[in-house]
């Protein structure tokens, strides 16, 4: 977790993982002898990116605190 960023900050590095991901997946793919690997190493890369793109702008020890309730 990176911590608490900006909303456009946290765009910024899912738009970033979400490239990279795509990206290394379609050039792993791209040294397989399939005709259709490039897309398929894409996907797999996309689905990789989601992934890694919510490990790093999720607040895992973020909960919502207990609110009292007053009864009168």
């Known amino acids: 977790m990176i911590g608490p960023l900006?909303?456009?900050?946290?765009?910024?590095?899912?738009a970033v993982a979400?490239?990279?991901?795509?990206?290394s997946g379609a050039w792993v793919a791209h040294f397989s002898p399939?005709?259709?690997a490039a897309a398929a190493g894409a996907m797999w890369g996309f689905l990789a990116g989601v992934v890694l793109a919510y490990v790093l702008v999720h607040d895992f020890h973020s909960h919502a605190d207990a609110v009292r309730v007053r009864r009168h």
Do not use: G, N, S, W
């Open 6 to 14: 900006p909303r456009l900050h946290r765009l910024l590095v899912v």
């Open 18 to 23: 979400l490239i990279v991901a795509i990206a």
């Open 34 to 36: 399939l005709p259709v």
